[in-house]
T-cell receptor, first 113, second 113 residues
Framework: EAQVTQNPRYLITVTGKKLTVTCSQN?????MSWYRQDPGLGLRQIYY???????DKGDVPEGYKVSRKEKRNFPLILESPSPNQTSLYFC????????????FGPGTRLLVL | GEDVEQSLFLSVREGDSSVINCTYT??????LYWYKQEPGAGLQLLTY?????DMKQDQRLTVLLNKKDKHLSLRIADTQTGDSAIYFC?????????????FGGGTRLMVKP
């Protein structure tokens, strides 16, 4: 079954404690990205990757890092989380230049105290 | 940056038609999308339309695109309580890096029995 998985699904943490949210896809997609969803703002892109070792900033990259060492995995790293990063995070993957093939993960709800 | 806007809320009675509207600013949009998000779930792609089309129909869903006015609508015929969800309009374009989707803020559809 084609899918994008994220872990954890829910996370409560404290300000400044480094955390990583993992994302994995089994469709051999080149393109992967991270979005955050906030009420009334829709989804905004944080970072994206067009292939292994190729990453770039989206609209709201501040406070986040990513890496793409393998094609299937695209972890999101918060080195020093702050309360304004409390949000719902979605990972997505697709074929390159085929946004209409984009699959979304189930989401990770993060609360930073 | 480019902008996608939707009204926040729509309430209809079961069996009526629902029409969710969206406006966008990017004149180079190539595809426009409608996603559905049920409570606690990820995003599900409902349908999408290529920018050179005026209309697309898929069972109970009808998408209308007015490219001149940059207006997109989603009509759901015979709306059911299971259609209650948040609906996101999104667009992708050749201006966007890779496959980035620009989302509207979402319209919460409430279907009353």
């Amino acid at each position: 079954e084609a899918q994008v998985t994220q872990n954890p699904r829910y996370l409560i943490t404290v300000t400044g404690k480094k955390l990583t949210v993992t994302c994995s896809q089994n469709m051999n997609h080149e393109y992967m990205s991270w979005y955050r969803q906030d009420p009334g703002l829709g989804l905004r892109q944080i970072y994206y990757s067009m292939n292994v070792e190729v990453t770039d900033k989206g609209d709201v990259p501040e406070g986040y890092k990513v890496s793409r060492k393998e094609k299937r995995n695209f972890p999101l790293i918060l080195e020093s989380p702050s309360p304004n990063q409390t949000s719902l995070y979605f990972c997505a993957s697709s074929l390159l230049d085929r946004a209409e093939t984009q699959y979304f993960g189930p989401g990770t709800r993060l609360l930073v105290l | 940056g480019e902008d996608v806007e939707q009204s926040l809320f729509l309430s209809v009675r079961e069996g009526d038609s629902s029409v969710i509207n969206c406006t966008y600013t990017d004149s180079s949009s190539t595809y426009l999308y409608w996603y559905k998000q049920e409570p606690g779930a990820g995003l599900q792609l409902l349908t999408y339309i290529f920018s050179n089309m005026d209309m697309k129909q898929d069972q109970r869903l009808t998408v209308l695109l007015n490219k001149k006015d940059k207006h997109l609508s989603l009509r759901i015929a015979d709306t059911q309580t299971g259609d209650s969800a948040i609906y996101f309009c999104a667009e992708s374009s050749t201006n966007n890096a890779g496959n980035m989707l620009t989302f509207g803020g979402g319209t919460r559809l409430m279907v009353k029995p």
